[in-house]
């Protein structure tokens, strides 16, 4: 914040003056300090900021519903949040402004800052803000949430602090080559990793530049691969003075599961802890047992859903999903504790992203044919869940994962038949949109004398919050629809009820995401139509200069080293130093925020909706 109160600021054409920024510097100097402490809990970005400003929280928005809707301008070019990224600058920079006048944080506002560092998934914000706890002589004063804080903004553990991206989790067995002791891999092998990361990454390129999507979340998590730092915090949590509840407990097996110490974690907490022990045979299937610890009803160690979700977070980001569901199991049955939907909806997430192709054949160069999953783990996940005993019911984001397996497989009937079932979801979201638009319109036109600014931004958030959900489904039935036409060959018989009669119902109940003009094979050539109801975002292209990053260590491998490749293919270096003129998408959303007074609805509104 200080850079900002200290930088000229602009409110449209109007220049705040300097006077009117040090009175703003002198007072937040002069606020109490129980008063600054009840800002900052206003600006937590896990109970204040992402229920009440950010439109996405919840959602897992995928490259392509940033590069085609407007779900785009809410993202770094890394794939952050832009909020999280602003908020840790303005309350580090309220921080130095007490600082500078002898006024110390408290341990819950060090809280709150750990959790906005985790939020914006800068890891030596968070390491700084530890140390510097130091050395406002609170150090004796950290108590078993501040290591559980500090032990989720340092890991990411929390769903909210990776994006809801689960595959930017997973771990790699090129990240863990060099730090995993008894995990060697020879050079042609760790040539074939260096080569499949670097194409994952070149064919990630961000609509926003030239910037790998997920550059940034490789760099950081490849940084979590190292099992020291977890290790030494676990032990210093035991040897300390600190009574260690879930929460803690938690945080130190999904940070474990980060580092790819599933050992560690097996013996330290699982057994020492709960009397879980995992052996491994010499047959190579894998034996959970163990016992029960008496605990009381209100002990904070005893076993909850939480800890569940937290195994399963540590087993299957290091593709052991069988092994994970055999520990929950387990410990469900011994401690009484009944399965969730989410549980089940996170076992799901994850296979399907340890089964896609990068992941599969990782693990199959690596030499670990164990781990590697294919897509019928998914079907039988789904199966296991939605029938006796468990009944589970699965979400928009489940059906999604389906759909997307399905499609993988070439599977297009069923594919289809799911995508005829879910249509009614797409249309149930538009009137929602549509009062959501007019509760903010209208609040917007009465202004705060007559509304509360709660009332005001809570319009505001719900308009918000509806469209990027109507964004990302329209994104999702989009790919759907795109990647449905495209597997759709000639080969089918003529006649076939696929091309005669599914495809056209398809096209008849998703021509709002369709393009102008739809094609597809059939046995007797090409099928070509006009589609007048097709709508498009109010986007445009714009170009940019921008010179291309260079390559990092640990990133990606030096572009010299494919300048010639075993297949004879010449890599030119230079291209990562010259300048390009860039793509960028920019998005114009229907805004109805400007509206200043009340005016009727627009006669293309539904349309802009469709």
Known sequence: METVLTRPTTLGSLEVPEAARQQARETIQALPPTTFSELLRCLDPVTSISKWVEPSDGLYVDRAAMERTTLGGEFEAYGIRKIYGDLIVCVMGLVSLRWK??????????????????????????KKIWHMMEDAGLAGQRNGRSYAEFAKARFLTEPLYTQYDKSRCRVRPIDLANVKSGMSLSRRALRTLRLMRYKEMESQTHGAGMVPFGAGMRRITRSLRWPVPVKKMWATMMRGDLVLDESNVCAAIVALGRAGSLQFMEREILWRLYLIRVERPGSGNVVVKGGRVEMQAHSPLRPTVKLLEAIVEAYCSNAEVARGLKVVDLLSRRYAIPMPAKLWFDVLEWAYVQASLPASQEWRVAGWPGKSLNQDS???IWDTMTQAPYNVEPGFRQY???????????????????????????RSLLPELEDAFGTEAEARALGVATQTAASVRAGAMGWDAQRARKDLVFSIFQGWVHALLRRVR???PAGDALTTVLVPQLVAAFRAVLPPTVAYRVATGKVEMANAASVRHRVRYVLERRRRPLTVKGDAVSPSFFRHDRFGKRRMAEQWLKVVHVPRLVTRPLDPGALLRRA???LDLERQFT
């Open 101 to 126: 006048a002898g006024h110390r944080p408290t341990v819950e506002d060090f809280h709150v800052l750990l959790r906005c560092a985790g939020a914006a998934s800068q890891l030596s914000k968070a």
């Open 378 to 380: 998914v079907q039988m």
């Open 400 to 426: 999604q994962i389906l759909v997307n397996m399905l499609l993988s497989r070439n599977r297009l009937r069923q594919a289809m038949a799911y995508m005829l079932d879910l249509e009614p979801f797409y």
């Open 490 to 492: 000639g080969r089918h």
């Open 600 to 602: 009727p609805r627009p």
